[in-house]
C-alpha cells in the first residue's frame, strides 16, 4: 500500500493553519485532576505519550472554566493563572512531534451531577429528562449578568490556554436539552 492515503497529507485550516495529518484524538474526560481541580503530572504524561504517537491533533478532555461548576469530578478548571507552571509543561508535552493540543473549554450546565452541584444553572430552568435526571438536580436559570460572566470566563480560560501554549481550544457551551 502505497503511503498517499488522505489519511496522512496535512490539513489546512481556513486559518492558514496546518494540521500534520487527519489523525485526530478526540476528546475524552479523563478525571486525572487534583482534588482541587488542578491539573497533573498524570496529564502531562498521558497527552505526550498521545503526542508521541503521531496524531496531527489531540484534544483534551473537559477542562471546567468554572470551579463551582463541574461535570465531573476530576476535571481539570482553568479559570486564572494559578497553575500556569503546569498548564505550560501540559501543553509542551502535547505538542510534541509536531502535534496540535487543543483544549477544550467546558461549563456542565445543567449536566453537573447531584454531588457536584446543589443548584446548577443552565440557559433555561428545564429539568433533564429520561433514565439519567435522577442524578442531577433541577438547574436554575442563568441571568443576563451570569451569561455576560461565563462569556468573559470562557474568553479568559482560552486566553490562559494561549499562554501556556496550547495550539487552540475548543468551546463546549451549555446546552438545554
Excluded: C
Aim: proline fraction near 6%; charge should be positive.
Amino acid at each position: 500500500m502505497k503511503n498517499t492515503s488522505i489519511l496522512v497529507k496535512p490539513l489546512i485550516l481556513k486559518n492558514g493553519v496546518s494540521i500534520k495529518n487527519r489523525f485526530f484524538k478526540a476528546a475524552m474526560s479523563e478525571t486525572l485532576a487534583e482534588k482541587d481541580a488542578n491539573p497533573t503530572q498524570l496529564l502531562v504524561n498521558l497527552y505526550r505519550t498521545w503526542a508521541r504517537g503521531g496524531a496531527g491533533l489531540v484534544l483534551t478532555g473537559n477542562v471546567m472554566i468554572d470551579r463551582r461548576a463541574l461535570g465531573e469530578p476530576g476535571n481539570v478548571v482553568v479559570e486564572d493563572e494559578r497553575d500556569l507552571v503546569l498548564l505550560e509543561e501540559w501543553a509542551r508535552a502535547g505538542t510534541e512531534n509536531g502535534t496540535h493540543l487543543w483544549m477544550q473549554l467546558n461549563h456542565p450546565g445543567k449536566q453537573s451531577p447531584k454531588m457536584l452541584s446543589k443548584e446548577p444553572v443552565a440557559p433555561s430552568s428545564s429539568p433533564l429528562s429520561g433514565n439519567l435526571k435522577n442524578f442531577f438536580n433541577p438547574p436554575r436559570a442563568l441571568t443576563v449578568e451570569e451569561i455576560e460572566e461565563l462569556i468573559t470566563r470562557f474568553g479568559n480560560s482560552a486566553r490562559i490556554a494561549k499562554k501556556a501554549g496550547f495550539s487552540g481550544v475548543q468551546f463546549t457551551l451549555p446546552m438545554d436539552i
